[in-house]
């Protein structure tokens, strides 16, 4: 079996990753292997596959070579004789690059995970969460790295990620003849209780511990840690960025402050304005 956790992006998947990977040997005692995406192999043999099977998919040329390609990768890698659980967000895309072929593109993704299920059972989770939230979320990390300096009229206006319906991105795994092996978890369900979360994810293969998730301090950022990280950013140099940062989340996390709602009344309406009435809640 292959559990394939495919995001989606600023829904916890990188506390499940580094819990994956505290919890490798007991997941290897039994028989379970964790398909790390940092791995060499995974970003200089395989992604390049995927992606090429992605761009010629979607631009609706031959992809059965590249397909068959990435797919003998993955297989040769990892091998199917323990079951697998990879926590691979990217699966479906990155919504805020601009290039045309790295949005979502859950067509390409339902196709590549259709024709590994031929080779071995597949077991997949998609936790979905609400636009608004997720938007925001993206928001906060580009300030948080730096990447973005801007302030939220001007995000959504540049990088907004319009694509992010979710009864769209579920459709075509239904088409695809993989319904009944999609697990679509709302990101609320993670609240008070991430072990659960987590083993929801995990379709209760790995049963997670306090200790396995209590490391990980990923404290989000306050309304007012966003614009003082967005305005003093471009003043510092990267080392200089990583000490103001560790500062603002000791000091001015959501978890001290309030005020974390960055978009206006006018701006949750025109983000609802690009998605589908009953979309999150279907």
């Not at 979607?58 to 070579?65: G, P, T």
Request: overall charge neutral; glycine content about 4%; aromatic content about 12%.
């Amino acid at each position: 079996m292959i559990i394939a956790h495919i995001g989606s992006w600023k829904t916890g998947t990188t506390a499940f990753q580094y819990a994956l990977r505290k919890s490798k040997v007991e997941l290897e005692r039994n028989r379970i292997r964790f398909v790390d995406t940092r791995e060499k192999w995974f970003s200089e043999e395989f992604l390049p596959l995927f992606r090429n099977f992605v761009k010629r998919y979607e631009s609706n040329r031959n992809y059965a070579e590249s397909l068959e390609g990435s797919i003998d990768v993955f297989e040769r890698k990892v091998g199917f004789e323990d079951d697998l659980i990879i926590s691979w967000e990217a699966a479906l895309g990155n919504p805020l690059n601009p290039s045309r072929e790295t949005l979502y593109h859950p067509e390409a993704t339902a196709t590549w995970f259709s024709a590994l299920n031929n080779i071995a059972e597949v077991k997949l989770s998609l936790v979905i969460r609400d636009q608004v939230e997720l938007i925001q979320s993206m928001y906060a990390q580009e300030v948080r790295k730096g990447r973005y300096t801007g302030d939220f009229s001007e995000f959504l206006h540049d990088k907004m990620p319009l694509d992010v319906s979710w009864s769209r991105v579920v459709a075509p795994f239904f088409e695809a003849g993989l319904g009944d092996s999609l697990r679509v978890i709302p990101y609320s369900v993670s609240k008070g209780n991430m072990q659960n979360y987590f083993s929801k994810i995990s379709w209760e293969k790995m049963k997670f511990s306090e200790i396995d998730i209590s490391e990980r301090k990923n404290r989000s950022f306050s309304k007012k840690a966003i614009e003082m990280m967005r305005r003093c950013s471009p003043l510092l140099e990267k080392s200089e960025a990583r000490h103001f940062e560790k500062f603002l989340v000791e000091n001015f996390s959501v978890d001290s402050m309030s005020g974390y709602a960055i978009a206006s009344s006018e701006q949750v309406s025109f983000i609802r304005s690009h998605i589908n009435k009953d979309d999150y809640n279907t």
